[in-house]
């Protein structure tokens, strides 16, 4: 069975799976590689696709960072402020309460 594809952000910048790459797409700007694909006839906006297995190694090293610096919390209360009804928050919906006691906020 195909898996459906999950939206993680939506507007300016747009990220989504596909189950095999994460796509990452930009309103605001070609980050000076004008070889990018271009994004709904806009001039500046581009993307790119990353293997999901490279991505989720990034999201694990990215999330050691925010639980040694102590940002945890208000980067899962940000995120479910910004991106809640995507499919890709639901998840964290679900275990952000988890996640928030084993990351100790940087003031605590």
């Not at 797409?25 to 070609?30: A, I, N, Q, V």
Request: negative net charge; charged residues 20%; proline residues 5%.
């Amino acid at each position: 069975m195909e898996e459906k594809p999950v939206a993680y952000t939506r507007g300016t910048t747009y990220i989504w799976s596909d189950s095999e790459h994460l796509h990452i797409w930009s309103e605001r700007g070609l980050d000076h590689w004008p070889q990018m694909e271009q994004y709904q006839g806009k001039p500046s906006a581009s993307g790119v696709q990353i293997a999901e297995s490279i991505a989720d190694e990034f999201a694990v090293m990215r999330f050691a960072e925010l639980v040694a610096s102590g940002e945890v919390e208000a980067v899962i209360a940000r995120a479910l402020s910004s991106w809640k009804g995507n499919t890709g928050c639901h998840a964290l919906e679900q275990v952000a309460p988890q996640l928030a006691r084993i990351a100790p906020r940087s003031d605590a």
